[in-house]
């Protein structure tokens, strides 16, 4: 019969080729314990190839989005916002370069389309890539910069 630590790391060995990752052996069976909670926690979050570090802060970061667009609230959405944030439309690129700027800017940035987009996006369906969080048909892309999820791109 199997002791307990030597079906641990088998497991976490099976969890770890299921899920792509390379990881070192570990030399207790608390490390193994610890490995396997990474393993889970990577794959309970798919906004990893995104970059982005936490999937409950992204649903946080989504939720107060929709919540600000919808009440109007410029000022708050442009916290939202890394910048500079690049807005494209009709094949030209046009880069805003703070807040200030995208709240004058805010209803040839943010259009009825792209909000439209972004209010019935439902979370569970965002399309997700190494570019970062698509919204809609591309209207707007999330992205982590440094430690802060912010829109990175609006596409009008």
């Not at 770890?16 to 926690?41: C, H, I, R, W």
């Amino acid at each position: 019969m199997m002791k307990k630590s030597a079906f641990v790391l088998s497991l976490v060995i099976a969890v770890t080729a299921l899920s792509g990752q390379v990881l070192a052996a570990p030399k207790t069976v608390a490390g193994v314990a610890q490995q396997a909670k990474t393993v889970e926690v990577k794959q309970n979050n798919p906004y990893e190839v995104a970059g982005i570090d936490s999937a409950a802060e992204l649903s946080k970061f989504f939720s107060k989005l929709q919540k600000e667009v919808k009440a109007k609230n410029k000022a708050a959405v442009a916290d939202l916002v890394s910048y500079p944030l690049r807005v494209n439309s009709n094949g030209k690129s046009v880069e805003i370069k703070n807040k200030k700027q995208f709240i004058a800017k805010y209803n040839q940035i943010m259009t009825e389309k792209v909000k439209k987009k972004l209010l019935a996006q439902k979370e569970d369906k965002l399309f997700v890539n190494y570019k970062g969080v698509m919204v809609g048909d591309g209207e707007i892309w999330i992205g982590q910069v440094d430690e802060k999820i912010a829109v990175i791109a609006v596409n009008k």
